[in-house]
């Protein structure tokens, strides 16, 4: 097998990782000094949602609680109202969802992510971290992904989803997501960090989402390297 070089990659990541940083602190840092120009009084803000627009009028970006989300919107069309996390959504010129930063947290599960979406569709680029407390179901994973989107119709999948979610079943959910995936519809094709069975390291897959290449550490602390069939067999 050929040497693989993740070098440039990490340092890709990692300027990505301190871009998406910075923009966050700039936005917020411009929402409160625009804030504060039209009134030098201010000395605190509390407010549930603050919406950024354009002269125009057109949505650009969205700051809220979780309560009062924006749901999304594509084609100059608001989803039906849907339980989504606090946090930023960005919207491209055309007015489209483009991507965000959500986060929660209780005692049986916690999340916080930054997601990058392709153009009419949902997420390619994902910073994440997902812990599930639940007993039976613990697990802790965190990493960098990246995906491969058909161009099913956003508002298709939007639908799709939130019909599984409303079953309140991991497993007819893990079920629905599979049939999506062996449809064309999404393939992981990168994944950079700790997955939910503990390995830590790089995980390539090929254009049908399956598992290729992986260059981990597992639960054991041993190194491995694997290449893999398309059955997911290893290549010895």
């Known amino acids: 097998m050929k040497q693989i070089k993740v070098?440039?990659?990490?340092?890709q990541i990692s300027l990505l990782k301190w871009y998406a940083a910075a923009i966050t602190l700039v936005v917020i840092s411009l929402i409160i000094f625009m804030l504060k120009t039209r009134n030098n009084n201010i000395k605190e803000l509390t407010v549930e949602r603050i919406n950024i627009v354009e002269k125009n009028g057109k949505l650009r970006m969205v700051l809220s609680n979780r309560a009062r989300q924006h749901p999304g919107r594509m084609d100059n069309r608001d989803f039906p109202k849907r339980d989504r996390p606090a946090g930023l959504i960005f919207f491209n010129d055309e007015g489209d969802e483009c991507g965000g930063l959500g986060y929660n947290g209780d005692k049986q599960e916690a999340a916080m992510f930054m997601t990058m979406d392709q153009y009419k569709n949902d997420q390619i680029m994902v910073w994440s971290y997902d812990q599930n407390n639940m007993p039976g179901q613990k697990y802790k994973s965190y990493g960098f992904t990246l995906?491969?989107?058909?161009?099913?119709?956003?508002?298709?999948?939007?639908?799709?989803f939130d019909s599984l979610k409303s079953l309140k079943?991991?497993?007819?959910?893990?079920?629905?997501?599979?049939?999506?995936?062996?449809?064309?519809?999404?393939?992981?094709?990168?994944?950079l960090g700790k997955s939910k069975s503990g390995e830590v390291g790089l995980f390539l897959a090929d254009s049908k989402g399956r598992p290729r290449i992986k260059i981990f550490i597992n639960d054991?602390?041993?190194?491995?390297?694997?290449?893999?069939?398309?059955q997911g067999k290893i290549v010895e």
């Not at 070098?7 to 340092?11: H, N, P, R």
């Not at 054991?220 to 398309?230: A, C, F, G, R, S």
């Open 147 to 160: 995906n491969d989107r058909d161009d099913l119709p956003f508002q298709k999948q939007i639908q799709y």
């Open 169 to 191: 079943d991991t497993s007819a959910y893990n079920a629905g997501l599979n049939k999506y995936k062996t449809a064309g519809h999404l393939a992981q094709r990168m994944f």
């Open 220 to 230: 054991k602390n041993q190194p491995v390297i694997q290449t893999l069939d398309e």
């Open 7 to 11: 070098e440039d990659l990490a340092k």
